[in-house]
């Protein structure tokens, strides 16, 4: 893929995008990044959906989005619409349509904007997996005229339409051509974008949404990436779906948004967690505000960035010490840390040293920080500067909030000079609320990990133990996939298709499986989307209907309605049937 894209993503520049009108709340340009979340009642209970939807504005939504999920449900908009205004309220309504064309019709003459997921808007799953040149065009004539009636009402009602691609929901027909790749997805946006433009249709907004934060990160990406390729510059939504509650959903949410904001990707975000949805808002205010924060001015033109943003590689290093080369990435407390840096041989690279100020270390080592000095800030190293670095240094990069724009130029000098030290990114924080933590250091982190950046990872803050700066350096491991020590729970935010307690089973399945080491349950609330969309889960616990659960081992649906007070004891026996379960 195209260099640009690559000197963009290093010179941090945001994505400009054209400005789309959703109501009174512009989206894109130069607005500023809108926080979004979704309600989780039934549709047709006008009050409970209102009340909830006020929440859900009082906590700061620019945006609320309804699922409608039939033709009564997308009617009903228009009186929760209705009684939101009476009662003061104006902010702009989302319809989120799956399967449903009929539906979207209905939604896009009430309310704002129209979520639709290409991957099912019109095609259904036959078992087809190949298909003929001559077949794949006529099924892209049947996707145009079957949306042709949509965009008719959306451009009389001045609705926009997000075409929403969600990893692990693509059709049959471009599952059979690109698979379900993170290139599968954006073709499946690309080909809608095209329909709409086709019909001279453009207040659309983007998304690549999945569990999996690689997959969000690359196919975001790669979307921006083909969009400047062809020209367009429709806004994006950001967002990590099934991310779960808690600290884990938090840090999952934090990193893949966090990454991409970084990037200078993104113009909306919703953060999605198993949890009262009034309860993502403030989230999503934090990532949007400490990743502004990250934002650095400075203009550091540099050789090209050298790492492909489509694909995860880890940066080759050689192994010192367990760190490095094949170690999985390692967790560090500034305590140890310093301890291990005083008795062996590392290179510490501090901001004052990046500024010229005197080293901490006391060895011999000031030669080879003035020399990262230099290269950081000339970017003209001689050879005989990069000799004199040691090849047996681990390094500890220490920028305390330099930015991700100086950390990339660090780690582009390393990679183009073919130095292979190991690098321990340190970070210090002062926050004593754990939530503000968590969600920082996913942000800070994430970015470099997900391009294979880190060897190892340190957080230093006085307010909060040892175990808890483990338990989250961990979390950020495991969220962004690159070590996994622990059970992993892809669960869905739930919506007006849920009907059972998710999040009572969410934390019965949590307190009684969290031993379960690599495994990985997944939570949805409901078996239209859920099967689909719980990735590589080994098991799944899904919503079938008024209190009922089905139970999956992988793909295939195991038992089948049962009653949700008995479904947690009877997921253990399946993953006890199944030679997964080890005593806690
Ligand atoms: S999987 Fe969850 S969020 Fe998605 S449609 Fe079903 S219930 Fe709603």
Avoid at 11 to 29: A, H, K, M, Q, S
């Amino acid at each position: 893929m195209s260099v640009s894209y690559c000197d963009d993503l290093f010179t941090f520049n945001r994505f400009l995008t054209r400005e789309v009108n959703i109501g009174n709340i512009p989206l894109g340009g130069a607005n500023p990044i809108r926080i979004q979340s979704m309600t989780n009642t039934d549709t047709l209970d006008t009050e409970a959906t209102v009340l909830q939807s006020i929440r859900m504005i009082e906590a700061g939504s620019e945006y609320v989005r309804i699922t409608a999920q039939g033709i009564k449900e997308a009617n009903n908009l228009a009186e929760i619409k209705n009684l939101l205004l009476q009662r003061g309220y104006i902010t702009p309504l989302i319809a989120d349509i799956h399967f449903n064309p009929r539906a979207a019709e209905v939604a896009a003459a009430i309310v704002e904007k129209v979520r639709i997921n290409p991957g099912n808007y019109v095609d259904r799953n036959t078992g087809k997996f190949h298909f003929t040149d001559l077949e794949y065009s006529d099924e892209l004539k049947r996707i145009a005229d079957r949306l042709f009636p949509l965009i008719a009402i959306c451009k009389q009602h001045h609705t926009a339409i997000r075409i929403g691609t969600n990893h692990g929901s693509l059709s049959e027909r471009i599952l059979s051509r690109y698979g379900d790749t993170p290139k599968g997805m954006v073709e499946s946006a690309m080909e809608f974008i095209t329909i709409c433009r086709g019909f001279d249709f453009n207040d659309i907004v983007l998304s690549m949404k999945s569990s999996n934060i690689k997959v969000m990160v690359q196919s975001t990406r790669l979307l921006v990436a083909r969009m400047k390729e062809e020209g367009m510059n429709y806004p994006i939504h950001l967002g990590v779906t099934e991310a779960g509650d808690g600290e884990d959903g938090r840090i999952k949410s934090a990193g893949g948004i966090g990454a991409l904001l970084q990037d200078g990707i993104g113009d909306t975000i919703r953060v999605s967690l198993t949890e009262d949805p009034e309860l993502e808002l403030p989230v999503a205010r934090k990532i949007v505000d400490f990743t502004k924060s990250n934002s650095s001015n400075l203009n550091l033109s540099t050789e090209p960035y050298p790492i492909d943003p489509f694909n995860y590689n880890k940066r080759n290093s050689i192994s010192i010490n367990n760190i490095g080369g094949n170690n999985p990435v390692q967790i560090y407390l500034s305590e140890d840390l310093n301890k291990e840096t005083t008795s062996k041989n590392y290179l510490i690279v501090t901001k004052s040293s990046l500024r010229g100020g005197t080293p901490k270390q006391s060895n011999d080592s000031n030669q080879k920080i003035d020399c990262f000095t230099s290269l950081a800030m000339t970017k003209i190293a001689s050879q005989s500067e990069l000799n004199s670095i040691n090849q047996n240094d681990i390094i500890v990069l220490d920028f305390k909030d330099e930015g991700i724009k100086k950390e990339r130029l660090f780690f582009s000098i390393l990679i183009n000079k073919k130095l292979n030290n190991p690098v321990i990114v340190k970070k210090t924080y002062s926050f004593n609320n754990i939530e503000e933590l968590q969600i920082k250091a996913a942000i800070d982190f994430s970015s470099l990990l997900v391009d294979g950046l880190c060897d190892g990872i340190c957080i230093e803050n006085s307010f909060f133990d040892g175990d808890q700066l483990n338990e989250i350096m961990l979390a950020i491991l495991q969220a962004t996939g690159v070590r996994i020590t622990k059970t992993e729970y892809i669960s869905c935010p739930s919506c007006g298709r849920t009907q059972f307690k998710i999040q009572d089973g969410l934390k019965d399945i949590r307190r009684r499986t969290s031993h379960l080491k690599g495994l990985k349950i997944a939570v949805m609330g409901c078996i239209v989307n859920g099967p689909g969309e719980m990735a590589d889960a080994h098991y799944g616990y899904i919503g079938a209907g008024n209190g009922k659960i089905n139970l999956y081992k992988g793909k295939e649906v195991i038992e089948k309605n049962i009653d949700e007070t008995l479904a947690v004891d009877a997921l253990i026996n399946l993953i006890k049937q199944n030679g997964d379960w080890i005593e806690p």
